[in-house]
């Protein structure tokens, strides 16, 4: 089982709202993604959590602020967005050692 | 400047032609290479990886990795119209394994 789930699937906010986008594995994989994507563009690597310590942070605006709780979830919370952050978030788990990432289905962030 | 490099397409072939898909890479100690395959709207999907020079099959996809002329490619024998959709190519960073570095993704139609 190589799943990865995300919610919501679709998310709407203002620029003064806050929200979270939540990502779950189970399958005991140790490091954990956020990319964000725009359309016809590859994943662009946000944050990576390692053993649940944050290990790279590709000096993403800290109105974005990623959290892991424990080994299978991950969160990323949402603050005074702009338009231009609207895009598709994300999340992927690595399995072993050539590297490999799961990516889940995504949610489609849309600022207004 | 690290980079992978892939013709954007669209690349066309017939339903049951053969598609190749080409990938270049610069560093030369990359080790680890995937093919991801993207539906429009949808996340990337894992479909191939490989590491070590030569062929890996599975089903009807062939990944071909040549380290001394740093290419990758994915072949895909029987082409059906499903397998239209984009296809990225990810290598693993040599400087930072928890890293990929993204091709811009190859656009495949497969035609009826």
């Known amino acids: 089982d190589t799943e990865v789930t995300q919610t919501p699937k679709h998310l709407v906010m203002g620029m003064t709202n806050k929200k979270s986008l939540k990502c779950e594995q189970h399958?005991?994989?140790?490091?954990m993604y956020w990319y964000k994507q725009k359309a016809k563009k590859p994943p662009e690597l946000m944050f990576v959590?390692?053993?649940?310590?944050?290990?790279i942070n590709e000096s993403v605006p800290s109105r974005f602020s990623p959290e892991c709780p424990n080994s299978s979830l991950l969160n990323l919370h949402l603050h005074a967005l702009q338009p231009e952050d609207s895009a598709l978030y994300l999340c992927?788990?690595?399995?072993?050692?050539?590297?490999?990432?799961?990516f889940g289905p995504g949610t489609r962030l849309t600022v207004l | 400047q690290k980079e992978v490099e892939q013709n954007s397409g669209p690349l066309s072939v017939p339903e049951g032609a053969i598609a190749s898909l080409n990938c270049t890479y610069s560093?030369?100690?990359?080790?680890?290479f995937f093919w991801y395959r993207q539906y429009s709207g949808k996340s990337p999907e894992l479909i191939m990886f490989?590491?070590s020079n030569g062929d890996k099959e599975d089903g009807r996809f062939t990944a071909q990795l040549n380290k001394a002329s740093q290419y990758v490619s994915l072949l895909i024998r029987d082409s059906q119209p499903s397998d239209s959709a984009t296809y990225l190519c990810?290598?693993?960073?040599?400087?930072?394994?928890?890293?990929?570095?993204w091709g811009l993704g190859t656009s495949l139609a497969v035609n009826p």
């Open positions: 399958m005991g994989h140790r490091a």
């Open positions: 490989i590491y």
């Open positions: 959590y390692s053993y649940e310590k944050l290990s």
């Open positions: 990810a290598v693993r960073s040599p400087g930072n394994n928890r890293k990929l570095i």
């Open positions: 560093d030369r100690g990359s080790q680890s």
């Open positions: 992927a788990s690595r399995l072993g050692q050539a590297g490999e990432q799961f």
